[in-house]
């Protein structure tokens, strides 16, 4: 029975821990870099590849932003599932964190009524405990974020990590002002998700762009990475001088001291998920 069951998560996953690579790889907590120090990915330059082709067109897509999500590490990555996907209850083999990019997704007890999480939703889901994910939308799509190498196992391999999941949606985010936070301008909010800024593990936050903001994020962090979640930015660093258009699911990252410069180019805010070793500073 769980052999069939193992097929049955093959089936609708494409992957289980036990075909994690275990292959060195250069990605630890920090983002790739193509070039110099900064690394910039634009939605629309990312590689989609199935988690299951023998599903064909109903398979979930993966797109990787940094990192290696079946490798040793933590990576970061999109989840495009189809409209209607829904998981049989499972486990993972370790924690993962997840933002909602767009359309809707549930993440819950098997038993549980669904609860549709839209654009710029947070959830966290502890390692070992059972169950099933469900998409909603034509375009649905998420970033994805974990600490090593992820996994699905059957429900009856459950264990209890001592985490408890958690399920934010985005009317309940609470966001600080300048008037809160010193590093930020009266056209910056911020939102603390996880970890502590205060010191140089990693940590996440959501970052909100008003309309009309013009500035530049300032980081000293050995692995900065910046996840469009709503919105569109025109993007520049040092090294790359020519700006360019990231949408949302796009992503910019940089390793030490760096400097990326945002441009709202049209008339709504934009949100930023980033992950951080240490604190940030914007200025305008």
């Not at 193992?6 to 907590?29: D, E, H, I, N, Q």
Request: net charge negative; hydrophobic share 40%; aromatic share 10%.
């Amino acid at each position: 029975m769980k052999l069939i069951f193992r097929t049955l998560l093959l089936a609708m996953f494409g992957f289980l821990a036990a075909s994690c690579s275990k292959a060195s790889t250069s990605f630890k907590s920090n983002p790739p870099s193509s070039s110099g120090k900064y690394n910039v990915l634009n939605v629309s330059d990312v590689v989609w590849d199935q988690l299951n082709p023998a599903r064909g067109d109903q398979s979930p897509e993966a797109g990787a932003l940094w990192g290696n999500r079946i490798g040793p590490g933590a990576a970061g990555f999109l989840l495009k599932p189809v409209d209607g996907f829904r998981s049989p209850p499972h486990i993972h083999n370790v924690a993962y964190r997840g933002v909602v990019i767009s359309d809707y997704l549930h993440n819950d007890d098997p038993e549980a009524a669904d609860m549709w999480m839209g654009v710029g939703s947070f959830w966290t889901q502890p390692a070992g405990e059972i169950h099933i994910t469900a998409a909603k939308g034509k375009n649905t799509l998420a970033y994805i974020e974990v600490e090593d190498c992820f996994g699905v196992f059957p429900p009856d391999e459950l264990f209890d990590s001592g985490e408890k999941p958690m399920n934010v949606d985005a009317s309940n985010i609470v966001w600080l002002d300048s008037s809160n936070q010193m590093s930020l301008t009266d056209n910056a909010e911020v939102a603390w998700l996880w970890g502590n800024p205060s010191n140089r593990n990693p940590n996440g936050s959501f970052l909100k762009l008003k309309s009309g903001f013009s500035g530049t994020i300032h980081s000293d962090s050995e692995a900065f990475i910046g996840i469009i979640i709503s919105g569109q930015i025109t993007y520049s660093n040092p090294e790359q001088t020519n700006p360019v258009i990231l949408n949302s699911g796009s992503m910019f990252s940089s390793e030490g001291f760096s400097r990326h410069s945002l441009t709202m180019k049209i008339k709504e805010e934009c949100v930023i998920y980033i992950r951080s070793n240490g604190s940030f500073k914007i200025m305008e």
